[in-house]
């Protein structure tokens, strides 16, 4: 059983930036494909970004595409999702997930879930 725990969310200005952490624990990081997925109020969850388990793909949403970057640390057993040039319609509970291997931004095959971490950005 896998559990995670994100981190690193708050409240920026437009333009600004964040970076997020997922710390893993009762796995093997290592094997596992990371996620990101976002919800605003509202709205239903949505994927923002995936890595594999040997970093070698990565997979992003349009709308964050050239401003987020995600990335891990198997050492760690840490996830990161770094965050720029952010803007109010990134405000969201952020949330990391964890599935087998391969890179997905269908929520539905991610196995494991943190609890998310706040992120606002005021314009």
């Known amino acids: 059983q896998v559990q995670l725990v994100e981190s690193g969310g708050g409240s920026v200005q437009a333009g600004g930036s964040l970076r997020l952490s997922c710390a893993a624990s009762?796995?093997?990081?290592?094997?596992?494909?990371m996620g990101w997925f976002r919800q605003a109020p509202g709205k239903e969850r949505e994927f923002v970004a995936s890595?594999?388990?040997?970093?070698?793909?990565?997979k992003y949403a349009d709308s964050v595409k050239g401003r987020f970057t995600i990335s891990r640390v198997n050492a760690k057993n840490t996830a990161y999702l770094q965050m720029n040039s952010l803007k109010s319609e990134d405000t969201a509970v952020y949330y990391c997930?964890?599935?087998?291997?391969?890179?997905?931004?269908?929520?539905?095959?991610?196995?494991?879930w943190g609890r998310g971490t706040q992120v606002t950005v005021s314009s």
């Open positions: 997930a964890a599935k087998g291997f391969t890179t997905s931004d269908q929520s539905k095959e991610y196995n494991y």
């Open positions: 890595i594999s388990w040997t970093a070698a793909d990565t």
């Open positions: 009762g796995g093997a990081f290592r094997n596992y494909a």
